[in-house]
Structures are given as structure tokens and as C-alpha cells.
């Protein structure tokens, strides 16, 4: 099952407003991951942008990170959505899923590369789970 959320509800600009400052294999997973919903199999592309996480690691040829003012908004609008977690409103049917699902971007977006595998990791394990 996918997640409840997707980013557009989420994040207050199109995908490639973030992805044209990102390195390629990090643009190709986090355009990846956003346009899950619209996947024809979003198992297969989950675990393409994971594979394209760990080449990004692995080979660190053309890593980029966002600019401040972008992270600082992919970040503000993430944790406008885990702290409004399970609260009345809006976010109050999302799953921990959508927390990890949402909080990828930000992770890609500023690679946090001590992290970003685990957590793309643990979000592959949840759409499974379902």
C-alpha cells in the first residue's frame, strides 16, 4: 500500500524546482519517489530510487546539495507534517509510512548520506508490509 500523502500536498513547489539543483542519480531517486502515486509498479520504482540512493553513495562523482533556502522549506513543510501527526486535520489518517515516505526528500535534498540508506531502506520494508 502506498502512502497517504504525496508531495505536492506537502511540499510547496513542483519536483523539478528541487531536482535541477540535485546531482543526477539524487534527482533520478527523488523524482522517483515523488511521482510514486503515479507509478505504473511504485514497488519497482521505490526500488529503483533506492538503487540510485546507493549508487549515489557508492560513486559520490556528482553529489549536489540543495540550496539552503530549499532544504530549509522541504524541511519546514516535513516537520509541519510529523508534529500535525495523527492530530485532527489534514494529516490525521497518515501512517508512520507517510512520515518516512515524507521525510526522504529533505534527506535527499541536503544528502544526509549517513542516513538516507537506512531510511530508504525502512520505507521499501513498509510498502512490503502492506
Known sequence: MLPILHPDDVFPRPCVDYTSHLGSRQAQAFSLLWNLHAADDPMMDADHAAFYIHQANVVN???????????????????????????PGPFARITSQDITY???????????HEIIEQNMA?????????
Open 61 to 87: 562523482d556528482d553529489l549536489l546539495i540543495a540550496p539552503l533556502h530549499l532544504r530549509q522549506e522541504l524541511f519546514d513543510a516535513t516537520t509541519h507534517v510529523v508534529t500535525n501527526y495523527r492530530r
Open 122 to 130: 525502512a520505507f521499501i520494508d513498509s510498502l512490503y508490509e502492506r
Open 102 to 112: 515524507i521525510e526522504l526528500f529533505p534527506i535527499i535534498a541536503g544528502w544526509q
